[in-house]
């Protein structure tokens, strides 16, 4: 079974969903595999961003998003919205913005040329979980990529919000579960912890 490639998938509302798919990079890129990292929903202001492309020739990484997140209304408690007002568009079920809609079939087409190709080891879709939970990219559209990969692709998909349908296809799925966290004394987003 060493030329099986399998369906991996990191979600829940706690820390370290990316930070577990950087960590299988690495291991992967050490044992010699060529490895795709898409980051959907993501621009590059992340402080891997500064070092990841220079890690490997192995390593392709790429993202597809904006310096601006996008949420759905009534996708978390108002005091929560509050929080992201400044930093997302908030757009009503059903009408997300054209943008991210073309930003993200965008990225399915690159992450079908990546998983169908043969070229790489492992294929990470970063956030891909949180652009179906918004519907930016339907379930029937990540099915099909998962069923179209070449047989020898591992391929992880990360972010919380993953639907019961990926859950029921994947051979591993990791529950990251947030017990504690400090944002919660105020704490933002710190430089090479969560951003």
Not at 57 to 70: A, D, I, Y
Not at 84 to 99: L, M, R, S
Not at 165 to 186: F, P
């Amino acid at each position: 079974m060493e030329n099986k490639g399998y369906v991996q998938v990191y979600t829940g509302n706690g820390k370290g969903k990316t930070t577990a798919a950087i960590g299988l990079t690495m291991r992967a890129l050490g044992a010699g595999k060529k490895v795709y990292f898409l980051q959907f929903m993501k621009a590059k202001v992340y402080s891997e961003h500064k070092i990841l492309p220079d890690i490997s020739p192995n390593l392709t990484l790429e993202t597809v998003g904006k310096p601006f997140f996008v949420m759905k209304e009534g996708s978390m408690p108002e005091e929560e919205l509050i929080k992201w007002k400044d930093k997302a568009v908030i757009f009503p079920p059903g009408n997300p913005p054209q943008e991210y809609l073309d930003l993200i079939q965008k990225g399915i087409e690159k992450a079908r040329a990546a998983l169908t190709s043969g070229e790489y080891d492992l294929v990470v879709l970063d956030e891909i979980n949180v652009a179906l939970h918004f519907d930016l990219v339907c379930w029937e559209t990540v099915k099909k990529l998962l069923d179209e990969r070449k047989s020898s692709v591992e391929v992880v998909l990360t972010g919380r919000g993953a639907p019961q349908q990926l859950i029921d296809k994947a051979d591993l799925v990791t529950e990251m579960r947030e017990i504690k966290h400090y944002y919660t004394q105020g704490v933002n987003a710190r430089t090479g912890m969560e951003n």
